[in-house]
């Protein structure tokens, strides 16, 4: 048993990596979202702001994709959406729809 390890710390560890993955792409579509906003009173261009709103909905797509019910989550994909425009409103209504039943 010792020289093989013990298997309640691959798993712990194996959640830990997981962890930091979904952490990590939190922090990831935040700063795409933040990089949208107006900070240094230079101008983005329209493409860029997509890009970007792109980028911070795939990240936390993936991190939806394992914590489904995570609110704050759902927070930054409704404001990604919100983003890229008329196309996805709808969908973003949606989700604040969802998460004011959600409470």
Known sequence: WILWGNPFNA????????????????????ACLADI?????????????K??????LAQIEAVLAVCPSWNDATLIKIEALSHLGA???????A?????????
């Open 11 to 30: 798993t712990r560890m194996k959640e830990r990596r997981e962890l930091e993955t979904v952490q990590k792409r939190v922090k990831m579509a935040q």
């Open 37 to 49: 906003e107006n900070v240094d009173g230079k101008q983005r261009s329209a493409y860029a702001n």
């Open 51 to 56: 890009r970007d709103a792109r980028q911070a």
């Open 87 to 93: 196309g996805r409103v709808e969908e973003a209504y």
């Open 95 to 103: 989700l604040t729809t969802k998460l004011m039943v959600w409470g």
